[in-house]
């Protein structure tokens, strides 16, 4: 940030980012308000004197580099603006401050990933978009990572109990939760490829068509995968079994409640996402 010089009254020639120098206190050093004869504390307006620059002979390289850039500043009526820019750009047109072009700046910068549209689905759901990102990176604690860990754990799968457990066995390759799937991409109309996990997420990464349908579908696969990993811990840690049916109603529920949400910000669009919901076989 440097503050663009108006009338100078706001600006401290010394401590205030004013010039492309920054502080010039850091600049010229230290010395520099007993050297050249100007207060800690003066002011760029009272520098200002007769239409110039009341400022002695520079003395270092340093303070000639700095009047050099003050023979192309001249004050005015108008008020001291603050501006943002990045380092070495082009400074910014206006005085406003926008975190998500300085965290954009100081992150690591990497192209999109070709899911991310499928992942952060707006209008989705928090928590089933959270799952879903760390399932497509295969960062939950599926049966098998657990051995690869070194953990001694039961194998099999929780949902079907016959075979290893796995990301891509849960998401669809397991009998109980491949049921659910194909009966809801039916409802959807969705074209399933195969039962793999990559087939399934190229699919939706590709699904081109209506963009309402589009959305229901995704909202469903992302809440289909948190209502199998819920099922799932929940037959682990308490012993609590969910048939098929009932976890294709609470994904049906869930659906409605979250299109139902929507009212508020777009009923529009939430009467027209929910005259389809119901009218899906």
């Known amino acids: 940030m440097r503050i663009l010089p108006g009338n100078g009254n706001s600006i401290f020639f010394w401590t205030t980012p004013w010039s492309p120098f920054g502080q010039l206190i850091n600049f010229v050093g230290h010395n520099g308000p007993r050297q050249y ?3 800690l504390s003066s002011s760029l307006a009272s520098l200002w004197v007769g239409e110039t620059w009341d400022i002695g002979p520079a003395r270092s390289q340093e303070m000639e580099q700095v009047q050099i850039f003050l023979s192309t500043v001249s004050l005015s009526e108008h008020e001291d603006m603050p501006e943002w820019s990045r ?42 978009k959270t799952l879903t990102w760390m399932f497509v990176l295969n960062r939950c604690p599926t049966r098998d990572r657990l051995l690869s860990w070194g953990l001694q754990t039961d194998p099999l799968c929780l949902l079907c109990n016959l075979l290893p457990e796995s990301r891509n066995h849960i998401y669809f390759c397991c009998s109980f939760s491949s049921g659910i799937w194909r009966n809801l991409a039916a409802k959807l109309q969705f074209a399933i490829i195969s039962d793999d996990w990559d087939d399934t997420l190229q699919g939706l990464i590709r699904y081109t068509g209506d963009n309402r349908l589009r959305y229901l579908t995704i909202l ?3 809440t289909l995968i948190h209502e199998l990993w819920r099922e799932r811990n929940n037959r682990l840690h308490r012993s609590h079994f969910k048939s098929q049916e009932a976890i ?12 139902s949400s929507l009212r508020e910000t777009d009923p529009m669009e939430s009467s027209a ?8 076989p």
């Open 220 to 222: 469903s696969w992302q």
């Open 248 to 259: 294709f109603s609470t994904i049906s529920s869930t659906v409605k409640n979250r299109i």
């Open 87 to 128: 380092l070495g750009t082009t400074p910014a047109t206006n005085n406003k401050f926008v975190s998500a072009k300085v965290y954009n700046y100081i992150r690591e910068s990497k192209p999109l990933v070709p899911w991310h549209h499928v992942v952060w689905l707006k209008k989705g759901i928090p928590k089933c």
């Open 273 to 280: 996402c929910m005259q389809l919901w119901f009218s899906l």
């Open 37 to 39: 004869g100007i207060p």
